[in-house]
């Protein structure tokens, strides 16, 4: 039913309301901070613009519910499948990972003294490459590459699916699964960045590689490192989509995700994790509150929501264009 304006704003500032557009923003941000941590990683450091970044995170959704679907049977208890779920999920990690570092050394590594227009061709390239490899082999058993692997999501435990309540307000199970993992996937990068000495090693490449390597730091392996560890969190953050029956597993998630990462990393600032965070932030919530508006008072326009993150990317690169913390030049560009 539609809204007038003035009931809207009434049913939007009520308590229930509220709270649940407060925390499906904060889920829609862990998702944006998930899926674009990788990508200002591996540009902070290596001024490469991965557009083969949201290959890596459908790759691991297909992983993720590759390993869901062998080890999930119809008894499989909810617990049981939250542990299974986490192995999957480090599985993904490392896999991603080990390909991201194949990527890095074979291909990415060669074009580190051309202009940055050769890198962009080339993990371009590698995403068409990678999205036909996919495609091929979800045909293959018998799979329909544009719509959501149905199997995956079934695996999701019962606890996710149902609304859990909070005191007297309901929230949906996954949404407060994904603030969690998104939180913890912030926390991780910024405790690996500014509390161990590898983390020091990548934010001293990234000032100066010259004089990072002038002391004795092995940049290129550095930059393996990030890459690696780029590819790995994208590949995470395909798995906890795998379980979003608003994603799914599925061939065209790869150009859906990389469009909002870019995005996230841009309001942001280009190359700085604090700033992805603050972007992710911004974006989720925009996502949310425009989203309840144009279901329940515009409903004439419900696709309008979709086009909002990029109506916020337009405005900050007219009011602010290096982001809300970016810095003057990244990755030696």
Partial sequence: MQLSFGEGLRQFLGPDTLVSVVVEGLAKSAIYVMIASGLTLIFGLMGVLNFAHGSLTMIGAYLAGLVMVTLVGSATGAWTRLALFFVALAAVFVALAFLGGVMEVGLVRQLYDRPPIYQILLTFGLTLVLEELVRIVVLFYGLQPISEWRAALGTRPAILSAEQSIGPLSVRGLALFEIALGAATVLGIWAFLTRTRYGL????????????????????????????????????????????????????????????AFVVVIIGGLGTFRGTVAGALVVGMADATTTWWFQNVVVTWTWLPEITVFLILVGMLIVKPQGLFGVEEVGGH
Avoid: H, K, Q
């Fill in 201 to 260: 090693y990548i934010r001293a490449g990234s000032e100066d590689a010259e004089m990072a390597e002038a002391l004795g730091i092995d940049v290129r392996r550095v930059f393996t490192f990030v890459f690696a560890l780029g590819a790995g969190v994208a590949g995470a953050a395909g798995a906890l989509l795998m379980w979003d029956p608003v994603w799914g597993a599925n061939v065209p998630l790869a150009a859906e995700t990389l469009l909002p």
